[in-house]
């Protein structure tokens, strides 16, 4: 795995500490990725961590290791199948399963967002990167039918696939009563994302100006990140809230956090334009929140 997203690991550990050996006839699990990933995993007889790069390691040399070096190994060990976590992998190995996580490269509109940048360059690459690993793949796991549809209108028809969505971690079931919160002094609404071109923040900022005589908060929670997208958050955010009174920003949070988080909060925001399957997304459903979202995607 290279995934660096928030969403790719926990699901993930979701799977590994899921997983009981003795009733799937599991010998064992091996696991090749960057060391700060390995170390959030947890820790079986059966799962093996391989640590070939570093979370430094250049792109290139990873694509180098996972094309040429990783299939070396999994025929030294016997592996039986490969579990693809995205379909940027370029290790073709026979068999091998692939998931599909990405929609930035296939809905319409989404790559023309980052300009002329070296970012939709990586996009535009890595749409036929992702054609190739699904079609030479012996199966397909697509988290939405959504997802599904628009990326096979790209690929064709794709043969052995099966629409599996993510779990959810049974912390954020909480099982909130919204009339606890009528006598609180302000409203919170809470928007869980990271800061990139198609979740919008600046969007959300904008329409609570219109908000402000009214007792409520924003709360901003997830990796500011930096760049031309922060820059348009921190503009709007100067123009509508200069003094920070009802906008408050958080950086990265860990994710064994966030239940605590929404259920000090009100009202659930989703602005992105762009989504496979978003998790926060359907954590704060499963945590019965009232839910202002877009209606794009999924």
């Known amino acids: 795995s290279r995934n660096r997203s928030g969403g790719a690991k926990i699901h993930l550990i979701g799977i590994l500490n899921d997983i009981q050996s003795d009733k799937y006839n599991i010998d064992e699990i091996h696991v090749w990725s960057y060391r700060e990933l390995l170390d959030q995993l947890p820790n079986y007889s059966w799962l093996k961590k391989h640590s070939p790069f570093d979370s430094h390691t250049s792109i290139i040399k990873e694509l180098y290791w996972q094309n040429r070096i990783l299939p070396k190994k999994l025929k030294k060990l016997n592996i039986d199948i490969l579990l693809n976590t995205d379909a940027g992998s370029i290790c073709y190995f026979n068999p091998s399963i692939t998931m599909s996580r990405d929609m930035l490269s296939y809905e319409k509109g989404e790559m023309e967002r980052f300009g002329i940048s070296l970012a939709r360059l990586r996009l535009l690459i890595l749409k036929y990167i992702q054609k190739k690993s699904l079609l030479n793949s012996n199966g397909v796991i697509f988290l939405t039918k959504y997802a599904s549809n628009i990326i096979q209108n790209f690929t064709g028809k794709i043969k052995n696939y099966k ?135 999924p």
């Open 163 to 297: 629409i599996i969505h993510h779990g959810i971690s049974e912390d954020f079931r909480l099982n909130r009563d919204i009339s606890e919160n009528s006598t609180k002094k302000k409203l919170r609404c809470i928007y869980v994302s990271n800061v990139t071109f198609y979740k919008h923040q600046w969007n959300v900022v904008r329409a609570f100006s219109l908000l402000k005589n009214y007792n409520v908060e924003l709360i901003l929670a997830g990796k500011l990140g930096s760049g031309k997208a922060k820059k348009m958050l921190d503009k709007a955010i100067s123009e509508v809230d200069p003094k920070k009174e009802f906008i408050v920003t958080t950086d990265h949070i860990n994710h064994k956090k966030i239940p605590k988080l929404l259920e000090s909060s009100d009202i659930f925001i989703f602005a992105s334009s762009c989504e496979n399957m978003p998790n926060t997304l359907v954590e704060a459903m499963a945590a019965g929140m009232p839910i202002a979202c877009s209606d794009r995607g």
